[in-house]
């Protein structure tokens, strides 16, 4: 037998979805039907239905920068996948925060 494998965390960074069918919803479902286990970052909530957009509210910088920092923390990422940038103060928490973790992270 060989070694047990250990399953990849990957983060994903991006909006939501409330219906599941993209943003950090459907990341996280693609990433667990890789076998990897998926880790979110929100940068914005999105108003949505199946007939489109109707809204973005970005989530506070200050809050997501705190997230991102524990996500990264507590459960380091083999990969990240970076999805909607809610706004430029979320891009610079965005590469601030990856090239702090850089030791951690593959960037």
Request: a negative charge; glycine letters at 8%.
């Amino acid at each position: 037998m060989g070694a047990p494998t250990r399953t990849p965390t990957v983060l994903t960074i991006g909006g939501t979805d409330p219906l599941g069918g993209a943003g950090v919803h459907a990341d996280a479902m693609h990433l667990t039907a890789l076998h990897c286990h998926a880790t979110v970052a929100i940068t914005a909530l999105v108003d949505q239905d199946s007939h489109g957009v109707h809204g973005v509210s970005p989530t506070d910088p200050a809050a997501f920068q705190t997230s991102l920092r524990r996500t990264l923390v507590d459960a380091p990422p083999a990969a990240v996948k970076i999805g909607m940038v809610a706004s430029p103060a979320h891009a610079e928490v965005i590469a601030t925060m990856l090239a702090a973790h850089a030791s951690r992270v593959p960037v």
